[in-house]
């Protein structure tokens, strides 16, 4: 697809996301109509919408909320302050291998799932392809099946370029700026901004991953897309590039985040132009990689930020847990609950297969088959992913009763 006609794309797409909000704000009048009617019958609890207050640009989102003794600072200088941590080992080397090899062999016949069409390239991926891939915190790795094959990182995306923001602007203002709650509605969720008075929720769906990228350092869309893409090449550990054809496939078919984008903008949630935060987003879930990169990304993630293959600082440790905090409580969108439940390890998901999970000072675990189910998660990939988080101990709510005479204090 040529500039001029991707341009004509984006235009076309910004008049229908106009029409989007206008539905959206039907929507939500017809809505209020009938809570007012609900909210007559005494035994009903209802959230009244007219409630709804419009937010100053920067303040604070959900003040009540915002006022929480959590939210309070440290009597200490987190930055300069060495953590105490508890994360454990992966087994030997030996046993990765096996277990590893066990999951691969066990799942590779499951033909379950569906392909993503609704980016019409995604539609062209074998439903054969499924490779996994462990990466330590030293760097060491092992991996099987198609781990050299390519595709677009789409929603993978997301925790890295948070993790680029909260580096950047710092992850208290990334807080109160994007949100860090779970919505429990789909990742693409018009409604989920209406409802919610901090709008964008949180950085790992559509509304607020955009207004993430809308925040990337940057005074123009070029220096902005430079800093991901340089960002997140430094998570991989290699230089990433972007998948053309992906690239133009979801710039003409994006309408439903334009419309998003928009959005936002009119509830000042959006920190840049909306069509070219969109089309910066749409670039971010453009670049390509392999499994092999996914699983160096999150054991970066796992390694306090530092890449284990290239040694390289990426982020600072404190960016680290808020990332992964995020990830576990929103990494699967409204089903996030079910994987913390089921797998207990957080992760994140992305359309075109892949999944990433990090076990803390463990390594990180990546997947990819890109058969989809139901609700848009890889089919294989979840269950590699089950299995190997209890095989190589990466829940982090598992433990053991203690053994052998008690510590001297």
Not at 242 to 270: D, F, W
């Amino acid at each position: 697809m040529s500039t001029a006609e991707v341009s004509r794309s984006v235009v076309g797409g910004a008049a229908m996301a106009h029409g989007v909000i206008e539905q959206v704000a039907r929507g939500s009048a017809d809505l209020a109509t009938q809570t007012d009617t609900a909210a007559r019958l005494p035994q009903t609890p209802v959230y009244n919408l007219a409630s709804r207050r419009r937010l100053p640009k920067h303040a604070p989102i959900g003040d009540p909320m915002t006022k929480l003794s959590m939210n309070e600072d440290l009597p200490f200088d987190e930055a300069t302050t060495p953590p105490r941590v508890s994360t454990g080992e992966l087994p030997t080397h030996a046993e990765v291998r096996q277990f590893v090899t066990d999951a691969y062999e066990r799942y590779r016949g499951d033909n379950s799932g569906t392909v993503a069409d609704y980016i019409p390239v995604l539609s062209e991926a074998s439903p054969d392809l499924f490779g996994i891939s462990v990466v330590g915190p030293w760097g060491r790795s092992f991996e099987i099946g198609d781990v050299d094959e390519r595709f677009s990182i789409q929603s993978v995306s997301k925790p890295f370029v948070f993790a680029l923001v909260c580096d950047a602007i710092g992850y208290e203002a990334a807080r109160l700026r994007l949100g860090v709650n779970s919505t429990g509605f789909p990742f693409n969720s018009l409604m989920a901004v209406e409802l919610n008075a901090e709008r964008t929720m949180n950085p790992l769906v559509n509304a607020g991953a955009m207004a993430t990228t809308s925040l990337v350092p940057g005074a123009t869309p070029d220096q902005k897309w430079e800093s991901i893409r340089e960002r997140l090449s430094m998570f991989a550990g290699r230089e990433l590039t972007i998948n053309a054809e992906v690239y133009a496939s979801e710039s003409a078919t994006n309408m439903r985040n334009q419309g998003i984008a928009h959005l936002l903008k009119s509830y000042e949630r959006l920190y840049f132009d909306p069509d070219e935060t969109t089309d910066i987003y749409t670039r971010q879930c453009s670049l390509d990689v392999t499994v092999h990169d996914l699983a160096v990304m999150a054991a970066t993630l796992a390694n306090g930020g530092v890449n284990p293959t290239t040694g390289e600082t990426v982020i600072r440790p404190g960016v680290c847990r808020r990332v992964l905090a995020v990830m576990a409580s929103a990494g699967l969108y409204e089903l996030s609950g079910d994987w913390l439940y089921q797998i207990g390890v957080p992760g994140k998901s992305g359309v075109s297969g892949g999944i990433v999970t990090v076990s803390p000072g463990k390594g990180g675990l990546a997947t990819y088959s890109p058969p989809l189910d139901a609700a848009g998660n890889s089919f294989r990939g979840q269950l590699a992913t089950k299995y190997l988080a209890e095989r190589l101990g990466l829940n982090l709510f598992a433990s053991v009763p203690a053994e052998g005479p008690p510590p001297q204090f």
